[in-house]
């Protein structure tokens, strides 16, 4: 009876231990599920690890042949529209000029990045080749990006213009900004990570986007999680040198404007996207005097910003530094705001659906929309029908034109287009690589005529 007593005891203690084994596996359980989801939410570790590492995967799944020099393909996109170079020119109802152009062009051997100023039946009249690696054979900056954005695969030229005598100042993506003669000789190069644009003021000089990289917390930012990315507004000199440095996230703060830091991390199409990136500046323009009559609220020398990720688009003051005007509703991931002679800012709205879409089925398309900056009314000016639809996820830049046209870079999908104020196009350009690729047209800006005289003549 004892032993029978004692074989019950051992079992039911077995049976214990097991239960009490499966009530503690399920806890850890609940709590491992219960810490993951908190994980996600409030960007615990190992989310972040994670996070970037899948973000890092996919980004080699798709671009591997960039990172092994195999061919530019974070530069190219799948084909959307038929013919190379000009295809559409009406001479009637086009503005005159001749058209600068941010691309990467295939030659018969090889490729390159660069500037091509063209006529208006699509002819060369000159070309301004780039070679980051001959510009800096060494990446100049010591950053948590050494070594990224410095070849031809991974930068490009994203903001140029051109100067008097056949010069162009051009930024190469998050690697410098670049003045360079009209016989492809660097005047002067600046190793800060500027970006996006290069704004002629004035006055002489150069407003560009620029980055440089927080690595310690500091308590100028408040809640931000170092490291991090501070977007600066750069005023360049003629020769190079740098004459005002803007912390854009100064600016934020001391406005009181920090709420804005922490009001969305979600990206369209995508999800919640990597924290130190969190501004992107991708615009910078002053109020010129010629313009500031047509603008009450503001005053000659203030400076117009976009920031994409926040879908916000800025007014500072240029001589206190605070913020005086915002607008963030009407736009999803916007390019390139310009003041406009009638008082009003246009905006490229890119309506941004993932990384990867060609057609766009969720918002529609890209557009061009103007804003009364005291009402904040908003009119689409283009497309103003369907058919007309256009599109670029990312990049993209628009230009007014004197005559009324608009000049547009749908900079993704390698077209650049002139059109009307009834929305006709009247000028196009296509940047065609092979039968089903084109490659970006990160800009066209029209210039007048007499630019048309630049030539390795102009050389200094």
Not at 19 to 47: E, H, Q
Not at 60 to 85: F, I
Not at 208 to 230: C, F, M, N
Not at 445 to 456: E, H, I, L, N
């Amino acid at each position: 009876m004892g032993d029978q007593s004692e074989g019950n005891e051992e079992k039911e203690s077995r049976t214990g231990e097991r239960i009490a084994f499966v009530l503690f596996f399920i806890s850890c359980m609940a709590l491992a599920f219960g810490y993951g989801t908190a994980a996600v939410r409030f960007d615990w570790f190992p989310y972040n690890i994670l996070r970037d590492a899948a973000k890092a995967g996919a980004d080699w799944s798709k671009n591997w042949k960039a990172y092994t020099k195999t061919e530019p393909v974070k530069h190219l996109r799948p084909a959307k529209y038929e013919g190379q170079g000009v295809t559409v020119y009406d001479k009637d109802k086009s503005q005159p000029g001749a058209t600068l152009l941010a691309g990467v062009w295939k030659g018969a051997d090889d490729w390159h990045l660069g500037l091509r100023l063209v006529g208006p039946k699509g002819n060369l009249i000159h070309e301004w080749p780039v070679n980051p690696k001959e510009i800096w054979p060494v990446s100049p900056h010591s950053d948590l990006e050494k070594g990224g954005w410095s070849d031809k695969y991974t930068t490009h030229i994203h903001g140029a213009t051109l100067v008097s005598g056949g010069d162009v100042i051009f930024n190469l993506e998050y690697l410098g900004l670049v003045r360079m003669n009209a016989c492809g000789k660097v005047v002067w190069k600046l190793p800060s990570r500027t970006h996006h644009v290069v704004y002629p003021s004035g006055d002489g000089t150069f407003w560009v986007a620029g980055r440089r990289w927080i690595e310690q917390k500091t308590d100028r930012h408040p809640g931000l999680i170092s490291p991090y990315t501070e977007e600066t507004l750069l005023q360049v000199s003629k020769d190079g040198k740098v004459l005002r440095d803007i912390s854009v996230l100064d600016v934020i703060y001391e406005s009181g404007h920090e709420g804005l830091m922490f009001a969305s991390k979600y990206e369209p199409g995508i999800g919640t996207g990597s924290d130190n990136d969190f501004m992107h500046l991708n615009d910078v323009e002053v109020l010129e005097e010629s313009m500031a009559d047509a603008f009450p609220l503001f005053r000659v020398g203030d400076i117009m910003i976009s920031l994409r990720n926040i879908n916000a688009v800025m007014v500072i003051d240029g001589k206190k530094g605070h913020i005086k005007w915002s607008i963030t509703h009407p736009f999803i991931r916007q390019h390139d705001p310009d003041f406009t002679k009638d008082g009003f800012i246009t905006v490229f709205d890119n309506r941004r659906e993932g990384f990867n879409t060609v057609e766009p089925q969720e918002f529609g398309g890209s557009r061009i929309i103007k804003i009364n900056p005291a009402t904040k009314e908003v009119t689409k000016l283009y497309p103003k029908k369907p058919e007309q639809k256009f599109f670029s996820n990312v990049l993209g830049k628009h230009q007014h034109l004197a005559n009324g046209n608009m000049l547009l870079s749908e900079a993704e999908f390698g077209r650049a287009l002139e059109v009307t104020r009834s929305g006709e196009i009247v000028w196009s350009y296509i940047n065609r690589w092979d039968e089903t690729r084109t490659a970006f047209v990160e800009q066209a800006t029209r210039y007048p005529a007499q630019f048309a005289q630049v030539s390795k003549s102009s050389c200094r």
